[in-house]
């Protein structure tokens, strides 16, 4: 009984400063009749490591960065490729050279004008070795990028350039056949010139932080809530119809469940797997996929893992279907490779379907590796395994079934820890762990973005795995203008790794929501948290 009182008194402590920030949402207009406010409430789950384009290395940073900024190109409610700051651009005959022109209303939130140098400074900001940019590698394709970044080029040598206020060239080391689908990526949003180098925590809170996108930052409580507000300096800010959007950071799913069947949150994802079976037929309850892969990372230089057998051993022992029918419930599906299903092949063939698994389990044979990794290092215990996952109630449980699963097919006892998602990801970035979970979503659908994540020099490789055959045929499957030739290096690309396995995948994404009914016009990427900017409440 006292257990379940002080649940309560939890949850109630929980809700009660999200049901003060909502507050009243309707108005009165100028001719007496009740107006519904467009205003609506999300879980972020965690606070966002950085706000700064050149930063953020994880979708719940990218979440609200953006809604705050954007690019040279952006998405529609389509999810189609659209010019966003351009107003016009040119491309040489052979693909190297872009010349863009920016729209002349281009501003910042306040009100001062979003110009080319500041494009310019972004880019090279990020690749500065200075600034640590973990995405700084998907620059690499502008002219001396790499060699700037490596420490090995100055700036000037970077192949982008403002020639005025409005004009921007950019020259590219090779011909890219998706430049404009990568520059709806963060990491090439402008930042402000004068403010950056004015401020270098400009973007740790609301009334320092100037933004170019749909939406301006109004509010941060740290660890708390974010808060964004319709920027009235967007020039596009007619087509933005949700007014408001307040995040809140409820990691636990129970309670944000909870607060989502009370009406203190409009829209969740992550259902707890003990509730999916009920809402299944809920009209508000929607899956989607989503292009991304979740895993548990080796670290190959670190025992047990520093031996390929134990890594395959690990792959082998796992039953991937249970995980995903018993455990999370929601529609992901079982991944024996690295790039999830979503690519269409110049053949019209999902390029996840050319070649669907390099593995299936076996318990037996995963048995008689361990048994020969052993005698290959001398053990004559097997070494101490730690899983290390940032807290989440779906992380548990998965990490707890293939805890049951190693020990139970394989006598290994795996040690579990959990940490908070910053915190988590210091860890993980400096290779502090044996076992990590993580997962991957490419930023538009190509097999490329997914592949990257193993780049030998990507800091995202956590795993410290590095094969210079892998970084070959990746490379050859980027700047190849044959699209069928392309495909095919990037196939082989994942031979090499999925050879390897620094890594063991566990499945493909999908997304479950719980949506209002109050709420029509929400878009649900494939390879993003849901965009709420063309939405509208429709009742209270």
């Given amino acids: 009984m006292k257990k379940s009182l002080l649940t309560l008194m939890v949850l109630v402590l929980l809700m009660v400063p999200v049901l003060s920030a909502c507050g009243s949402t309707q108005t009165t207009s100028s001719s007496g009749k009740s107006e519904i406010k467009q205003e609506i409430t999300l879980n972020l789950m965690s606070e966002p490591p950085t706000l700064d384009p050149a930063l953020a290395t994880d979708t719940t940073s990218g979440w609200v960065i953006e809604n705050l900024f954007e690019g040279l190109y952006t998405t529609n409610k389509n999810g189609d490729v659209v010019k966003g700051l351009v107003k016009d651009v040119k491309v040489s005959d052979d693909g190297k050279t872009y010349t863009f022109t920016i729209r002349d209303d281009a501003k910042w939130s306040d009100g001062t004008p979003v110009t080319a140098q500041d494009f310019e400074y972004a880019w090279k900001r990020v690749l500065n070795p200075e600034t640590a940019s973990e995405f700084a590698f998907y620059l690499y394709y502008l002219k001396g990028a790499e060699a700037y970044n490596k420490g090995k080029g100055s700036a000037d ?10 004009t921007l060239v950019v020259n590219l080391e090779e011909p890219v056949g998706y430049f404009d689908k990568l520059l709806t990526f963060w990491v090439y949003f402008p930042v402000k010139k004068s403010l950056v180098e004015s401020n270098k925590n400009w973007a740790a809170e609301e009334n320092t932080l100037v933004s170019n996108g749909a939406y301006k930052l109004t509010s941060w409580e740290h660890d708390s809530k974010v808060v964004v507000e319709k920027n009235d300096q967007y020039y596009n800010k007619d087509e933005i119809t949700m007014e408001k959007i307040t995040w809140v950071m409820i990691n636990e799913a129970t309670t944000y469940y909870q607060m989502y069947k009370g009406g203190q949150i409009d829209l969740i994802t992550d259902i707890p797997s003990d509730a999916v079976a009920q809402e299944r037929s809920n009209p508000e309850f929607k899956i989607t996929p989503y292009f991304g892969t979740y895993m548990y990372m080796f670290n190959v230089n670190k025992e047990p893992f520093n031996n390929p057998k134990v890594r395959q051993a690990f792959n082998l022992a796992i039953d991937r279907e249970a995980i995903t029918n018993q455990v999370t419930q929601t529609g992901q599906i079982p991944a024996y490779a690295f790039v999830p299903e979503g690519v269409k092949t110049p053949s019209g063939e999902d390029f996840r379907k050319q070649k669907e698994a390099y593995f299936k389990q076996d318990i037996e044979k995963a048995k008689q590796l361990i048994k020969e990794a052993m005698q290959e290092e001398g053990w004559t215990k097997f070494p101490e395994v730690t899983l290390i996952y940032n807290t989440s109630e779906n992380h548990k449980k998965v990490a707890e079934s293939i805890q049951n699963m190693l020990s139970k097919n394989l006598g290994i006892n795996v040690n579990l820890e959990n ?7 210091a860890r993980t970035n400096s290779s502090d762990f044996q076992m990590a979970r993580m997962g991957w979503v490419g930023i538009f659908l190509d097999p490329a973005v997914i592949l990257d994540y193993f780049l030998g020099d990507s800091p995202n490789n956590r795993t410290l795995w590095v094969n210079p055959k892998y ?14 030739k392309r495909m095919e290096y990037l196939h082989q690309a994942e031979d090499v790794l999925m050879q390897d396995l620094p890594f063991m995948p566990i499945y493909f994404y999908s997304q479950n929501y719980l949506t209002s009914k109050k709420f029509e016009g929400i878009v649900y990427p494939y390879n993003r948290y849901p965009n709420v900017r063309w939405a509208k409440k429709i009742a209270e």
């Fill in 471 to 484: 970084d070959e045929l990746l490379h050859k499957g980027k700047v190849e203008a044959d699209q069928t």
């Fill in 419 to 425: 940490q908070e998602w910053k915190s988590y990801l």
């Fill in 157 to 166: 040598q970077v192949g982008v350039k403002a020639t005025d206020d409005h």
